[in-house]
T-cell receptor, first 111, second 115 residues
Framework: GQQVMQIPQYQHVQEGEDFTTYCNSS?????IQWYKQRPGGHPVFLIQ?????EVKKQKRLTFQFGEAKKNSSLHITATQTTDVGTYFC???????????FGQGTELSVKP | DAGVIQSPRHEVTEMGQEVTLRCKPI?????LFWYRQTMMRGLELLIY????????DSGMPEDRFSAKMPNASFSTLKIQPSEPRDSAVYFC?????????????FGSGTQLSVL
């Protein structure tokens, strides 16, 4: 079945360092979404990418969708302690299909 | 907007007991999803409804799990009988299907512990 793989599983950084998490799908995706879950919280939607090669920015966060629409990445520049949490990608295979979540990357930031 | 409301927030029960989790989606949303989150398996989609009709229940672990959506504003996920391996955080989410963005709005979850 469709799988969405996400790496790394954990990332520990010093405050101010950059962070990147990668997401790969075994099949072409209609779109990909990114969520953030704070410790003890629930996933919160960050962004959706739809177009091949799309790049979107939210302040220090940069999201990319691959040309083949099978991979995506989230890059955080100059991490802050408020960035702590688990970042999930979620791929939609086709409109009306199931949203499949990656395993998530847990980010910890040392002040 | 109150968001997706789940109850209870925490449930501790003994093996063999029936457990019922409840969810109220955001008003106007036409799709509702039940996810289970564990350390080992991450976020798993159990079942989702569109316009109160179950569309895909292939993620439901086994016959001990059942879900209903009697109307647009309420859904339940029932486990009978419960087992220790059912211990997890169960999230309900809703969205408006067919729109430009099908982002999910998650509830706060129910932390279930089966002893």
């Amino acid at each position: 079945g469709q799988q969405v793989m996400q790496i790394p599983q954990y990332q520990h950084v010093q405050e101010g360092e950059d962070f990147t998490t990668y997401c790969n799908s075994s099949t072409t995706l209609s779109n990909i979404q990114w969520y953030k879950q704070r410790p003890g919280g629930h996933p919160v939607f960050l962004i959706q990418l739809v177009k091949s090669g799309e790049v979107k920015k939210q302040k220090r966060l940069t999201f990319q969708f691959g040309e083949a629409k099978k991979n995506s990445s989230l890059h955080i520049t100059a991490t802050q302690t408020t960035d702590v949490g688990t970042y999930f990608c979620a791929g939609l295979r086709n409109q009306g299909g199931k949203l499949i979540f990656g395993q998530g990357t847990e980010l910890s930031v040392k002040p | 907007d109150a968001g997706v409301i789940q109850s209870p927030r925490h449930e501790v029960t003994e093996m063999g007991q029936e457990v019922t989790l409840r969810c109220k989606p955001i008003s106007g949303h036409n799709s509702l999803f039940w996810y289970r989150q564990t350390m080992m398996r991450g976020l798993e989609l159990l079942i989702y409804f569109n316009n109160n009709v179950p569309i895909d229940d292939s993620g439901m672990p086994e016959d001990r799990f059942s879900a209903k959506m009697p109307n647009a504003s309420f859904s339940t996920l029932k486990i009978q009988p419960s087992e220790p391996r059912d211990s997890a955080v169960y999230f309900c989410a809703s969205n408006l299907r067919g729109g430009m963005s099908e982002k999910l709005f998650f509830g706060s979850g129910t932390q279930l512990s089966v002893l």
